[in-house]
């Protein structure tokens, strides 16, 4: 391992996904000097103090160890198999690690979102439009979730194609616990990414930072169903952030599980869309300013 991926290594394990503050530092000083600086004490704020903490005595080659005993492999921007949409976002990993086939995270995809709590229609929906569009040879990315998440990974694999699940803990936790099987085949046939240490467990803060991921490995994001105040909302802020385009689908408009997607619609904060044809329509429209 070359010494720059060593030291993003060290600072991956470290320090917590999503950081302005160390996204910045390490954009402008580079990760070999960011860690030195921390390791000798530069940084005095509590923030130091506590990066400085979580540096392992072992180094590079302890976490290394780790990951590929998890059946991980780190990428870091510097990778040719970095997938090139994450460099748009303000605060860009540090690095992931991918469990499956790191060559699906540059090909073509489309996030799919929403509750953990779909009615029938939703989660037919999120099946369909996933199966829909691996039948125009898109990748489907979503979270791994209960609900719409499982929904579009099901739809995308029963229809042969490949999904992606970006989660909120390391790459050997199965959380959901009930998904295990399903995580199974998603590194099969795709890839399981995820911004912390294999052992690491998620917590709601780490759902949130991840879906910047999701929206970003993505050229457009879908919203299926979504409450009022919903995690799945700000994976499309996220998207809108990036210039990508944010599609809904409506509800009825006396279900609770839609009102984050008429949301977005009201706000014009989202397209809305009702077919598998329009949505490509959409996205192929302004596609090429995202290759």
């Known amino acids: 391992?070359?010494?720059?991926?060593?030291?993003?290594?060290?600072?991956?394990?470290?320090?917590?996904?999503?950081?302005?503050?160390?996204s910045s530092e390490i954009r402008t000083l580079g990760p070999i000097q960011t860690l030195q600086l921390i390791k000798d004490g530069f940084y005095r704020s509590s923030k130091g103090e506590k990066t400085l903490s979580q540096?392992?005595?072992?180094?590079a080659e302890a976490h290394s160890a780790v990951i590929e005993s998890a059946g991980g492999l780190f990428l870091t921007p510097d990778d040719l198999q970095w997938p090139p949409l994450l460099n748009d976002l303000a605060t860009a990993p540090i690095g992931l690690i991918v469990k499956g086939k790191v060559e699906s995270l540059s090909e073509r995809s489309i996030a799919i979102v929403g509750t953990r709590n779909p009615t029938p229609y939703g989660a037919r929906i999120a099946s369909d439009f996933a199966a829909g569009f691996v039948d125009r040879e898109w990748l489907i990315v979503s979270?791994?979730?209960?609900?719409?998440?499982?929904?579009?990974?099901k739809g995308a694999l029963i229809a042969e194609g490949v999904t992606i699940a970006v989660i909120a803990s390391g790459i050997?936790?199965?959380?959901?616990?009930?998904?295990?099987?399903?995580?199974?085949?998603?590194?099969?046939?795709?890839a399981i990414v995820s911004e912390v240490m294999p052992g690491i467990p998620a917590f709601p803060s780490r759902f949130l930072t991840r879906n910047r991921i999701i929206a970003a490995l993505s050229v457009s994001t879908l919203v299926v169903e979504a409450a009022f105040r919903s995690g799945s909302l700000r994976t499309a802020r996220d998207a809108a952030e990036l210039m990508r385009p944010v599609m809904a689908i409506p509800g009825p408009i006396n279900s609770p599980t839609s009102e984050g997607t008429h949301r977005l619609i009201g706000e014009?904060?989202?397209?809305?869309v009702t077919s598998v044809a329009d949505a490509v329509e959409l996205i192929s429209s302004l596609e090429d300013s995202f290759r």
């Not at 050997?172 to 795709?190: Q, S, V």
């Not at 014009?268 to 809305?272: F, P, V």
């Open 172 to 190: 050997d936790i199965n959380y959901p616990a009930g998904n295990e099987r399903l995580f199974a085949e998603i590194a099969e046939l795709g």
């Open 1 to 22: 391992m070359n010494p720059e991926k060593a030291a993003r290594l060290e600072l991956f394990a470290a320090i917590e996904g999503g950081s302005t503050f160390w």
């Open 143 to 153: 979270g791994g979730a209960y609900g719409i998440d499982t929904h579009a990974h």
């Open 268 to 272: 014009r904060a989202a397209e809305i």
């Open 55 to 59: 540096i392992h005595p072992g180094g």
